[in-house]
């Protein structure tokens, strides 16, 4: 069982490195966001490997045993980084970083005691350091955490946007960070003034694998959103260009909804049109119902189609995901463009690019 726990942290760890240097080197995701989400993986890896090269012995003995840096100080200072950057606001460094600063100049006087002064140095003083080590980075990690949340709800308040829905997964990932910080503190809290034995490096293994699963959801789930955020903003800032010299008056309920675009928003409505057009809903139903032939919902799904359509085909858009296409012409998700998509043409987006493209 312990080879098997093992056998998961240093998998971890590796897989980790391996996507630090897929996202350092390849151009693709070359970008502020990923470069801070690269690092908080890598220091994720760092720190497992870490403990995976101290529960195997491989640790002492060796020069590894003088190379220690405190990763773990830096994992939620660069996701935090990494939040702002995701939100594009701008990056404030001044003081996420002094934790690292301190507990990185209490190692290197270790070191230099080690190897030149040789004082002896008592064993509680040792466990002190260490264990404060420990307690900062939870309580310090928690705080920077709160900070980011704070931030997201500020960021979605001011920004009335159907992309705000894509900073969910953030929340996940800092709620999860919130869990193996505190767990960390209690465990750290129990060992030192409590006598738990054996229990205590099963408990350890529990926060090493925790650690071990996070480096695959902070990994993937982090490129995945970014890419999606950065292609949805971008195709968004192509196409929601109303024509301000087209003067609304004496134009009918269809052509507003064309004319501004409103089809696109994802929240659209009759509800929201009444409230647009400061009309009674009942009666904008009535008036639409009268001047169209097809229901509201077909209609709108329709110039969502024609939207998707001109975006599959469009050059400025070949790399991108037909997830953010969909999203950007107003489908709240994947299966509900695809399933309209087919609806409409009897082609999936993939079939239609590759059809009118061929």
């Not at 408990?203 to 993937?220: E, N, P």
């Amino acid at each position: 069982m312990i080879s098997f726990l093992r056998g998961l942290i240093i998998s971890g760890a590796v897989h980790g490195i391996l996507f630090f240097l897929v996202l350092k080197f390849n151009k693709k995701y070359e970008n502020e966001s990923n470069y801070y989400l690269s690092l908080v993986v890598l220091f994720l890896s760092l720190n497992n490997l870490y403990y995976w090269l101290v529960d195997t012995y491989t640790y002492e003995g060796n020069f590894l045993e003088y190379i220690y840096m405190p990763w773990g100080v830096l994992i939620v200072p660069y996701f935090y980084l990494f939040v702002r950057s995701f939100l594009e606001l701008k990056i404030n460094r001044k003081y996420i970083f002094i934790p690292f600063y301190f507990f990185l100049l209490g190692h290197s006087l270790i070191l230099v005691n080690d190897l030149i002064l040789k004082i002896r140095i008592s064993k509680k003083i040792m466990h002190f350091f260490f264990s404060l080590e420990e307690y900062v980075i939870a309580v310090f990690s928690i705080y920077v955490i709160v900070k980011a949340l704070l931030q997201i709800k500020k960021y979605k308040k001011e920004v009335k946007s159907s992309l705000i829905k894509q900073t969910n997964w953030l929340k996940l990932i800092l709620f999860c960070g919130v869990i193996t910080c505190a767990f960390l503190a209690l465990l750290s809290i129990l060992s030192n003034y409590f006598d738990i034995g054996h229990i205590d490096l099963k408990l350890r293994y529990l926060v090493w694998i925790l650690l071990a699963l996070l480096i695959y959801l902070v990994g993937y789930l982090g490129v995945y959103h970014n890419i999606l955020y950065k292609e949805r903003k971008t195709i968004r800032e192509s196409i929601q260009k109303v024509d301000k010299s087209k003067n609304d008056i004496g134009l009918d309920i269809k052509d507003k909804i064309i004319s501004k675009k409103l089809y696109l928003r994802n929240d659209i409505s009759l509800t929201l049109l009444a409230d647009e057009f400061k009309l009674n809903q009942s009666y904008l139903s009535h008036i639409f119902n009268k001047s169209n032939d097809i229901n509201f919902i077909s209609f709108i799904n329709k110039l969502r189609i024609e939207e998707a359509k001109k975006m599959l085909l469009d050059e400025r858009f070949f790399d991108y995901t037909i997830v953010s296409i969909g999203l950007e012409a107003g489908f709240n998700s994947k299966s509900t463009f695809y399933k309209a998509f087919k609806k409409e043409t009897d082609l999936s987006p993939v079939q239609f690019k590759k059809e009118n493209l061929s």
